[in-house]
């Protein structure tokens, strides 16, 4: 059973810029294609960025690509997600999902797609 934590949710004015990090424990971290979703109040969980297995292929929102950036460290086992620029609009709480993956290449954008979640970071853009 893989437990994931998220880490490095706060309060940033609107144009700053936050860090968030996931670990994961429980299953051999680089079989793990991975991603980050988020729900504003009221609204659906959506997506934010996939990573495959190994870090070589990424995806992301159209709302959030040139200003956010997905990464991993395999032999930490850590994924992180830099986020620029951030708008009073992406106020929400970002989890971390993973789902075990055969195949390096592999992104998944969709929530169904993973099995595992973390608790979730709130991060909060004041305007």
């Known amino acids: 059973q893989v437990q994931i934590v998220e880490t490095g949710g706060g309060l940033v004015q609107t144009g700053g810029s936050l860090r968030l990090s996931c670990s994961a424990s429980g299953r051999t971290f680089s079989n793990l294609a991975m991603g980050w979703f988020r729900q504003a109040p009221g609204k659906e969980r959506e997506f934010v960025a996939g990573i495959d297995t190994i870090g070589s292929t990424t995806g992301y929102a159209a709302s959030v690509k040139g200003r956010f950036t997905i990464s991993r460290d395999n032999a930490k086992s850590t994924m ?21 993956e ?26």
Do not use: H
């Open 102 to 127: 055969r195949f390096t290449f592999i992104w998944y954008s969709r929530s169904d797609n993973y099995d595992t979640w973390g608790q979730g970071t709130q991060v909060t853009v004041s305007s």
């Open 80 to 100: 992180n997600l830099q986020m620029n620029n951030l708008k009073p609009e992406e106020t929400a709480v970002y989890y971390c999902a993973a789902r075990d």
